[in-house]
């Protein structure tokens, strides 16, 4: 890799960036919305408010109110509330907030056709890196009993004689890396190196991941969010790698993919529906129509990146994702919930490991499984228990006129 600082390869890339922008309709008349928002002068990433102020604000804030919020107000009171909240942090506003810095960017320089724009997003990207560097370990040793906003100490293992432990290991020497890289100094790095940053970020979480025990990597919850962080830090990579060289087509390509993919993962793996698919032999039921949803949403964003200035970006996004978190929030997840956290009453002093690989996961592997305790007797039961539930005991599709109607399948074989 070349770093780009000669002044006549700058005056290169302004000229291929103009044309790469002119070609992919960045030519557009819409006045543009101002600079690029600066981040919040105090870290403390608890909220998407406090994060990154940009387009995608409209996809974090529902995802993480209307699906974290469920997640982690079912667990009140027990060991898992700390740990699920953390997760929400680092999943839904630090990881999210990078990939927002590039759009508020890309959607910026295609409305004022200024390359300086980028380099002025580095602001954001460090802010973002910075909060996760702290939030990331912070999720992670909360399992242990941490506090997940404590500072910890950067470059030690919070995992360590845990089953997570490799993944510690793994994290630890780049998120002591980050944590030298922050922007109190008043001074940005530069795309390059932030670029640079991700990438080694990205490649341990990956080596740590591939020495984990499939109990983990399998677990309720917890396996969604590590392979959600995984999917996730990759695709910032491949983002931050072609926004880095200003690259404003291929960066909003990179871009779609990561939050689609971001999306999927958080609504089908961290919420376990995935997994309670593939327990009630019928994968893909709910989770297909569920990705087709999100495959509108990202694509409306592919559309309008590189066309429109911020407003019209963040109206082509608003409540676009609606239509798939309606059925979600109200019949999936709590009947998810229902299930998972049914015996954490008395689970007082139990460590989160142990509860997402005992407790969480009986919960859900529990019900009428084929054994003909169900309303079907059949692997079907362990979807429809819970949700008939919580309906009140009515053999009525609950998901009739959502995008998750081809579910309704399932209801068929009622009673």
Known sequence: M?????????????????????????????????????PPAEPNNTSVADGV???????????????????IAGAEGTPLEGTLDCVRQAVVIDTLDILDSVALALSEAASTQDPAVFEAASGNIQFSLDELSKDLPGALGVLTGEDCNGSGTPGSNPLADTPLAPLGDALAPVLAQLSTNESGNGQDADLYSLALLSNQLATAFQSGMSQLPAE????????????????????????????????????????????????????????????????????GVLSTPIAQGIDQLTSALGTNLLSVALPELASA???????????????????????????????????????????????????????????????????????????????????????????????????
């Open 2 to 38: 070349v770093k780009p600082h000669q002044t006549l390869a700058q005056g290169l890339l302004v000229i291929l960036f103009s044309l790469t922008l002119s070609a992919c309709g960045g030519g557009s008349s819409s006045s543009g919305s101002g600079s690029v928002a600066p």
């Open 53 to 71: 102020n940009g387009p995608l604000d409209e996809v974090q804030t529902p995802v993480s109110e209307s699906v974290f919020g469920q997640i």
């Open 317 to 415: 996004m608003n409540n676009e994702l609606a239509p798939v978190l309606d059925p979600i929030e109200n019949t999936l997840l709590p009947a998810i919930l229902l299930a998972a956290y049914s015996g954490l009453g008395d689970s007082e002093g139990t460590d989160p490991i142990s509860l997402l690989l005992g407790t969480v996961s009986s919960g859900l592997a529990g019900g009428g499984s084929g054994s003909g305790g169900g309303p079907t007797g059949t692997p079907l039961d362990l979807l429809l228990g819970p949700i008939i539930n919580i309906t009140g005991g009515a053999s009525a599709c609950p998901f009739q006129d959502t995008p998750l109607a081809s579910g309704c399948s399932l209801f068929t074989l009622l009673p």
């Open 216 to 283: 983990i990597t399998g677990a309720p919850f917890l396996g969604g969010a590590l392979q959600t962080l995984s999917t996730t830090l990759t695709d910032i990579d491949t983002t931050l790698y072609w926004f880095s060289r200003y690259n404003g087509d291929a960066a909003a390509t990179a871009l779609e993919a990561a939050l689609n993919r971001a999306l999927t993962n958080t609504l089908t793996t961290i919420v376990p529906l995935t997994m309670l698919e593939a327990q009630a032999g019928q994968p």
